[in-house]
């Protein structure tokens, strides 16, 4: 194998796509990658800060009793305040 060249599907610079990448990319079974590692570098923070985002959420939810059965269950707490909350049985 050797070094090859390849061209970025985001901003479409060129990069080198190296014949060690390209050995790790075959044995890990993964496909050549289509962007160069800018791009990656960008996209790979993109996907942490939407972890970051989804964590977020997690935390604005919390446990409720339902007044039927007393099941615990998990509430956002953006939902409408006074409305009774039930578990997603009795919903
Ligand atoms: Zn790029
Ligand atoms: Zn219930």
Do not use: W
Request: net charge positive.
């Amino acid at each position: 194998m050797s070094d090859t060249k390849k061209i970025c599907c985001e901003c479409h610079g060129k990069f080198v796509f190296s014949a060690a990448e390209q050995a790790r990319v075959a044995a890990k079974g993964h496909t050549a990658p289509r962007r160069c590692r800018a791009c990656r570098a960008e996209r790979r923070d993109n996907r942490l800060s939407a972890e970051r985002l989804a964590r977020k959420k997690e935390k604005e939810t919390e446990v409720h009793c339902c007044p039927l059965c007393g099941e615990e269950f998990l509430l956002s707490l953006k939902r409408k305040v006074g409305v009774l909350r039930y578990c997603p049985r009795h919903f």
